[in-house]
């Protein structure tokens, strides 16, 4: 069993800056990409982030140049640094992993919402 425990969301102004992080745990052996997905109300969910292993990171183009991925593979954590928010980047935020045994897994999702 694989858990995602998310933190970091809240309410901040447009402009301002938030910290999200995952941490997972459970039996696996390893986890190949983690990463963050948000959703927002009537949209689609959408990529924000993710880092494979070695450290090589995608993002979504909407938070490219503003949002900085990390991870720490020895704690098997993943953070997103996120600055110069928008009203635009209110969402639900997941976590987001694909571990070695070719299996995905979400968070519970945390709140972003950033007001204008």
């Known amino acids: 069993q694989v858990q995602l425990v998310e933190s970091g969301g809240g309410l901040v102004q447009a402009g301002g800056s938030l910290r999200l992080s995952c941490a997972a745990s459970?039996?696996?052996?390893?986890?190949?990409?983690m990463g963050w997905y948000r959703q927002a109300p009537g949209k689609e969910r959408e990529l924000v982030a993710l880092m494979a292993r070695r450290g090589t990171s995608k993002y979504g183009d909407s938070v490219e140049g503003r949002f900085t991925i990390s991870r720490d593979n020895a704690r098997n954590t993943v953070a997103l640094q996120m600055n110069s928010l928008s009203p635009e980047d209110t969402a639900v935020y997941y976590c987001?992993?694909?571990?070695?045994?070719?299996?995905?897994?979400w968070g519970q999702g945390t709140q972003v919402t950033v007001s204008s």
């Open positions: 459970g039996s696996f052996f390893g986890i190949s990409v």
């Open positions: 987001y992993i694909y571990i070695d045994d070719d299996e995905t897994y």
